[in-house]
């Protein structure tokens, strides 16, 4: 093996380490909760709380946890989650089989007042399956993680979530009810959607599926054409645990591509951008790229070399249609690995060694960055750098890097019934199915 390779594992296995570490230190032992943001007294994600379980495998085989202590965790979680308070109350921790999106982190209950969310309980879903497969031992506690993980899947009501329409709300709350929003459009929801279908006890109607994929948007942009979203992350997420490699949906199959392809495109179209950079912004170049929902400097104004730069707080940035204000996260570069290797990897060396964006970190990269912005005055960075990590993140640094190596969660996915069974009511075919 040459030398370039054993440092680019090298690399990405210290990056891995060091995301991982934000589960292990993050998180409520006694209850599996992990915190969305590392502020003080802020409330766990049950987005991140899925990723974690989704990422103590990979912690297992890398050795950066021991099988035992992974146990523990997954076991707490999920103990903690299938006996919380479900019901209409507001002060509960879900309903439905549907959990909101923030908790208490020490109580587990409802915090701020947020929505029974369906996506994030998506992704909690889909790490509880991960551990069901993964943790396979003739054990009392590994059968117990199989047990429970099956229960909750089941619980959730995918049939209540349509609140009578064609396709899935984004939530609920007891105070007014089902949220105005479904999930249309090409989005993050692929998993929610496969999930869903796949149920075996409130499985969504494929015509759900079918009126989702009607509202797609193909675009054509700097000599690509691809299913469009704009925020990085949404060609990313559900792919965390989806292996759309050969496989395809009746939208696909018409397209010639797969989801998988779909993403490396979506991946070229960012770095094209940032070449391109038509708003002028710091330091896009084709190794400083990634605009996705991110942290960012704050709602300010400020003029900058006799240019009036608006920055905004947390945003659904996108490309190529915005919008844009020079933040970009690397987290989102990392998660693109398995797409595009050949453009990732040279822009996480620029983001590791030139940008020093991982140097004064504790768990690797923080939220996001923009090189237009000054920062606060004496910042070590000379530039804006996002005070925070997120837990929704971390997570797909961890298993995305360990999808580009090994495969892992893909395997473990395709090893689930319900997964199979989810993409072939949604009309996937081909390939590994």
Not at 241 to 267: C, H, P, V
Not at 315 to 344: C, K, N
């Amino acid at each position: 093996m040459s030398t370039e390779k054993l440092t680019i594992d090298a690399e990405l296995e210290k990056l891995q380490r060091d995301t991982f570490e934000y589960f292990l230190h993050e998180t409520n032992p006694s209850n599996g909760l992990v915190i969305d943001k590392t502020a003080a007294n802020w409330p766990a994600s049950i987005a991140a709380t899925g990723l974690a379980l989704s990422a103590y495998p990979v912690g297992v085989e890398r050795g950066f946890i021991s099988r035992a202590a992974a146990v523990e965790r997954t076991l707490a979680t999920l103990r903690f989650f299938w006996n919380s308070p479900q019901g209409p109350e507001l002060d509960a921790t879900g309903y439905k089989g549907f959990y909101y999106h923030f908790l208490d982190m020490k109580t587990g209950r409802r915090a701020w007042q947020c929505e029974l969310s369906t996506v994030d309980t998506a992704f909690l879903l889909a790490g509880a399956l991960t551990s069901g497969i993964y943790f396979d031992a003739n054990t009392a506690d590994e059968s117990e993680i199989r047990t429970l993980a099956d229960a909750l899947y089941r619980r959730a009501d995918w049939q209540w979530a349509q609140n009578q329409g064609a396709t899935v709300t984004h939530g609920w709350k007891p105070e007014s009810g089902f949220l105005n929003y479904r999930w249309e459009g090409y989005d993050e929801a692929m998993l929610l959607y496969v999930l869903g279908l796949g149920s075996p006890t409130h499985p969504l109607p494929e015509s759900s599926y079918a009126t989702w994929t009607s509202s797609y948007r193909w675009e054509h942009y700097y000599d690509y054409e691809y299913l469009y979203a704009g925020p990085l992350f949404t060609h990313q997420l559900s792919h965390t645990w989806l292996d759309f490699r050969g496989i395809q949906d009746a939208f696909m199959r018409l397209k010639g591509i797969d989801y998988f392809e779909n993403s490396r495109r979506a991946t070229y179209v960012q770095q094209r951008y940032a070449i391109e950079n038509p708003l002028k912004f710091d330091d896009y170049c084709e190794c400083c790229w990634g605009i996705t929902a991110s942290e960012g400097p704050g709602f300010t104004t400020i003029k900058l070399g006799g240019i009036e730069r608006t920055f905004y707080d947390y945003l659904g940035r996108g490309v190529p249609y915005g919008p844009d204000d020079g933040t970009l996260s690397p987290w989102a570069v990392v998660a693109s690995l398995p797409f595009a290797p050949e453009i990732v990897l040279p822009s996480l060396h620029h983001c590791i060694h030139q940008a020093k964006l991982t140097k004064f970190n504790r768990y690797g990269f923080k939220a996001a960055f923009n090189p237009t912005h000054p920062g606060e005055p004496g910042n070590p960075y000379g530039f804006w750098v996002s005070p925070w990590h997120f837990g929704l993140n971390q997570g797909p640094i961890v298993i995305m890097i360990e999808n580009y190596r090994s495969g892992l969660l893909w395997q473990l996915m395709r090893n689930c019934s319900y997964i199979k069974t989810g993409l072939r009511r949604a009309g996937f075919c081909g390939g590994w199915l």
